[in-house]
C-alpha cells in the first residue's frame, strides 16, 4: 500500500486513479510545508508542486510508481526508473537524486560521526539543509521561471550507514586522465579519516574485473603519495560491462557502496548497475565521478584533469611555435584530444597566443576553395612567414577518403589520425601545386597528456569531487554523480549526465557558403 502520513486536519486524497492496462498508478495529495517525514519509500518519483488553490503552506505532492517486475521474467536490462522531479513556485524545479529509502522501507539512520570527530567538530556548524539545492542556470530574466535545480553536496546530519558495516569499493574505467589517483585517494581518506570506514576494495582494471576476484585493500597509507603519480593505480579497461555478474558480485562480496571513476560510457554502465540494484531490492550506494579529459560530459562545469590537459597542451604548442618560427615558411601542426568536442584545443589556442589556426570538430571546414584552409595557411605563410596550427583529433573526419564505421570495447567510433592526413596533403598541396617550399614539423602529446598527474588546481577540484561523493553515499543517496554546477557541488542523476555530450558551439552541416563566411573568423586566432 502506497501512503502518506500527514495531520488528519489536511486536504485529504485529491485525486486517485488507477490504469491496470499500464500498471501505472497516480496519486494526488495535499500535504502541509511543515508536516515532518512522508514514508514515500515505494514510489520511484516524487513531484512536489505548489497550489494557491489550496490551504496556504500545502505542497501538492504528485507521486508515480511503477509495480514491481518479478525477478524470475526480469528481461535482460533492469526497469528503468522515472526521475524525481520536484516542482515550487516561480518555476522551481528540482531534478533531484534516488535515495535507499525510495525502495526500501525502514531503513535505520544514525547520526553523523563527523559531528564528534575532534578534526572535523566544525563540521556540524555546516552540515548541508534538506531543502539546499544549486541551480543550473544563474542567468535568468525577472519573469522567466527560476530554472533547473540540483541538490546540493555535502555532510547530512543523518546517515544511513553505519561506519563499521560499510564495505566500499572502487573501480576506475575507460582512458587515463589526470588525477584519477587523486580521486582514489581522497575517496579512501575520506571514508577512512571523516566516517571511520576501514573496509575499503579496489576492483583492479575497470568493470570486468568486478567478477574476475582481482581486488586491492586500500587504505591511507597505501594512497598516501599516489596523487604525485599519473594513470590509475587500480588499472583500468574498456568495455567488459556485464550488469548482472558485477552485481552478483557486489552482492556476494557484501559491498554496500560502489564508487565509479570514468566517463559517459562508464556513468552510463554505472547507472545501469543502480537500476538492478534497485530491482533487488540491495542496501547499496552507487556513486558516480564524472572523469572526460574531453570536457565532454554535460551539466558540469568541467571534469577533473581538463586544466591539467591545458596547461601541459601548452608546452607542445610552445615547440611547435619554435620549429615554425625558426624557419622559412615554417608551419608547427598540434594535435589534441577532442574526439566530439574540442575544448581542449580551444582553450590552450585561447591561451597560448600563438596558434593562428584552431581545427576543432564542431566547426566544420574545407581544404580547397575561397575561404579553405589551404587559402588561409597561404596568405599567413606570406604575411608572417610561419603559422602554427592546432587540430582536434575528431576534427575534419568527414574529409577523410575512408570513414571508420569500426568501434571500440567503449562503443566510440575509432577515429582516423586526422593530424597525419592533413600534414601529408598540406605537404603535397605546397609542394606539387602551388610550388611553394614548406617545412612542417608534426607534433602529437597525446599520451604524453594523458599520462601526467594532475596539477594543482586539478588535484583541489578532485579532492571536492570525491569527498562530496563520499558524503552523498553515507547519507543514503544512490544513482547520482558527483559534480561542480556553477561553481557549487552537487549530486547529479545519472540521467543527466549520460544524455547527450557536451559541445563547445551547436554543429552545422558544412556548407561552401558557411565555409566561406565562418572560416577567417574561427582560425585567426592569434588575432
Request: glycine share 8%; proline share 5%.
Amino acid at each position: 500500500m502506497d501512503f502518506v502520513v500527514a495531520p488528519s486536519s489536511c486536504h485529504s486524497l485529491l485525486n486517485h486513479s488507477h490504469n491496470k492496462n499500464n500498471i501505472l498508478y497516480r496519486s494526488h495529495f495535499s500535504v502541509p510545508s511543515s508536516a515532518g517525514i512522508f514514508s514515500l519509500r515505494k514510489f520511484t518519483s516524487v513531484s512536489f508542486r505548489y497550489d494557491h488553490r489550496y490551504r496556504r503552506g500545502c505542497s501538492r505532492i504528485v507521486c508515480t510508481r511503477r509495480r514491481v517486475m518479478d525477478s524470475s521474467n526480469s528481461p535482460t536490462s533492469p526497469e528503468v526508473s522515472k526521475p524525481k522531479i520536484v516542482t515550487g513556485p516561480g518555476g522551481y524545479v528540482l531534478e533531484d537524486v534516488p535515495h535507499l529509502s525510495d525502495y526500501i522501507p525502514d531503513l535505520l539512520t544514525y547520526p553523523n560521526p563527523l559531528q564528534d570527530n575532534p578534526a572535523y567538530s566544525v563540521v556540524k556548524q555546516y552540515f548541508v539543509h534538506v531543502d539546499d539545492t544549486v541551480p543550473q542556470k544563474v542567468v535568468v530574466h525577472k519573469d522567466g521561471p527560476r530554472g533547473i535545480h540540483f541538490r546540493r553536496a555535502g555532510p547530512r546530519q543523518k546517515v544511513y550507514f553505519d561506519s563499521d558495516e560499510v564495505h566500499a569499493c572502487i573501480v576506475t574505467c575507460g582512458g587515463l586522465c589526470p588525477g584519477l589517483n587523486t580521486v582514489i585517494r581522497e575517496i579512501v581518506c575520506g571514508l577512512f579519516h571523516m566516517y571511520g570506514v576501514k573496509k575499503v576494495l579496489g576492483i583492479d582494471g575497470g568493470y570486468r574485473r568486478f567478477y574476475a576476484k582481482n581486488t586491492v585493500n586500500l587504505n591511507p597509507k597505501f594512497v598516501n603519495d599516489i596523487h604525485k603519480r599519473g594513470g590509475t593505480i587500480l588499472g583500468t579497461s574498456r568495455g567488459g560491462h556485464d550488469t548482472s555478474k558485477i552485481v552478483d558480485s557486489i552482492q556476494d562480496r557484501g559491498i554496500n557502496q560502489v564508487y565509479i571513476i570514468g566517463g559517459d560510457g562508464t556513468q552510463r554502465g554505472a547507472s545501469v548497475i543502480f537500476e538492478e540494484i534497485r530491482r533487488r531490492g540491495l542496501k547499496v550506494s552507487v556513486a558516480g565521478i564524472p572523469k572526460t579529459i574531453d570536457n565532454d560530459i554535460p551539466v558540469i562545469d568541467k571534469s577533473f584533469g581538463f586544466d591539467t590537459a591545458v596547461e601541459e597542451a601548452q608546452r607542445a604548442i610552445n615547440a611547435a611555435h619554435v620549429e615554425a618560427e625558426s624557419i622559412e615558411n615554417g608551419i608547427g601542426l598540434v594535435k589534441l584530444m577532442g574526439r566530439y568536442s574540442g575544448f581542449i584545443a580551444m582553450h590552450a589556442t585561447l591561451a597560448s597566443r600563438d596558434v593562428d589556426c584552431c581545427l576543432i570538430p564542431e566547426s566544420p571546414f574545407y581544404l580547397e576553395g575561397p575561404g579553405g584552409l589551404y587559402e588561409y595557411i597561404e596568405r599567413q605563410l606570406k604575411e608572417n612567414g610561419h603559422m602554427v596550427i592546432v587540430i582536434a583529433e575528431g576534427a575534419g573526419q568527414e574529409l577523410l577518403s575512408e570513414s571508420m564505421t569500426l568501434k571500440d570495447a567503449s562503443g566510440n567510433k575509432l577515429l582516423k589520425d586526422v593530424g597525419l592526413w592533413i600534414s601529408q596533403k598540406i605537404k603535397d598541396y605546397f609542394s606539387k601545386e602551388r610550388k611553394i617550399p614548406i617545412n612542417l614539423k608534426y607534433i602529437d602529446p597525446t599520451y604524453m597528456i594523458r599520462a601526467i598527474p594532475s596539477n594543482a588546481s586539478d588535484n583541489v577540484y578532485c579532492t571536492l569531487l570525491a569527498q562530496s561523493a563520499v558524503h552523498g553515499a553515507m547519507a543514503g543517496y544512490t544513482g547520482f554523480t558527483s559534480g561542480l554546477v556553477n561553481g557549487r557541488q552537487t549530486y547529479i542523476p545519472f540521467s543527466r549526465i549520460i544524455e547527450k555530450q557536451n559541445k563547445t558551439m551547436k554543429k552545422k552541416r558544412p556548407t561552401k557558403e558557411f565555409v566561406t563566411k565562418r572560416l577567417p573568423i574561427s582560425i585567426e586566432a592569434r588575432q
